[in-house]
DNA sequence: CTTTAGGCCTGACGGC
DNA sequence: TGCCGTCAGGCCTAAA
């Protein structure tokens, strides 16, 4: 699933590939997505040479000199750059064609990813308005959770999936984060300390962190742009293994719904 | 204000 | 073999 490691894979593949380059046209093979993909879309990018490729929580924005884009993967979305040779799949949903001849695909099975213009102003555009911080920012710490988290009872993983609190966690690195930090997924967030805060924080990031250098997580969909799949998979201690043996003390892990989602913890290891 | 549930969408999987 | 229900989940929206 595309959570902050796989978007930032993501974006370090494609930026050396794409920053400078012209586009030739912008294919829209398939344009219902989360939101259908404006018909005014294409045509304004014609001729459009590319800026940067940055991203902002799960978004990933391409600039150019003619406007900018709002990406975002969705659950199932990968970007894969090609050559026109390259087979087609399935679910290849838009196609970005470069002038230099390579092309960058935009493939979502489930279309819960978006493809939308920036705003022209240069005002940030509405969906990232009222994004909390960046995890790997100095602004988020365990004083900024702990603080954000008084008087409120839902429990405390849906409350680091929020994304007005924090961006870019997800069900996989929330699940991993709140493991290594030894609290249980569904403890109160205003019952979490001050200390397990800061722990919590060190945590998400550590866990985001060494996601990324190993290139995201890939349990289905999730491919890099250049084909190939995460390696996070294997270093991931809790996600998925609900049932099995507790690698720290070999007690047998548990599975319990929270806010919709599956939710995998150790009894012993997290209190 | 916070919290919860529903909906979008396809593919994988288990049961019969 | 095929059909059907369930699950997966990011994140918006509406409602409690």
Known sequence: MPELPEVETTRRGLSPLLEGQTIERLEVRDGRLRWPVPEALPERLVGARIATLERRAK?????????GVLLHLGMSGSLRHCT?????????????????????????????????????TGAPHPLLAALGPEPLDTAFDGDYLFQRSRRRRGPVKTFIMDQDIVVGVGNIYATEALFLAGIRPGR?????????????????RTVLGAAIEQGGTTL???????????????????????????????????NRRIGQRASAYCPTCQR
């Open 84 to 120: 026109a040779t390259t087979p087609l799949r399935t679910h290849d949903h838009l196609i970005l064609h470069l002038t230099n001849g390579s092309q960058v695909r935009f493939h979502d099975p489930r279309r819960f990813g978006c493809c939308l213009p920036l705003p022209e």
């Open 59 to 67: 978004y990933l924005l391409l600039t150019t000199d003619r406007g």
């Open 220 to 254: 289905r969909d999730f491919l890099r742009e250049d084909g190939t799949h995460g390696y996070f998979r294997q270093s991931l201690r809790v996600y998925g293994r609900a049932g099995e043996p507790c690698l720290q003390c070999a007690t047998p892990l548990r």
């Open 188 to 204: 109160a967030a205003g019952r979490v300390t001050r200390a397990e805060y800061e722990r919590l924080a060190e945590c998400v």
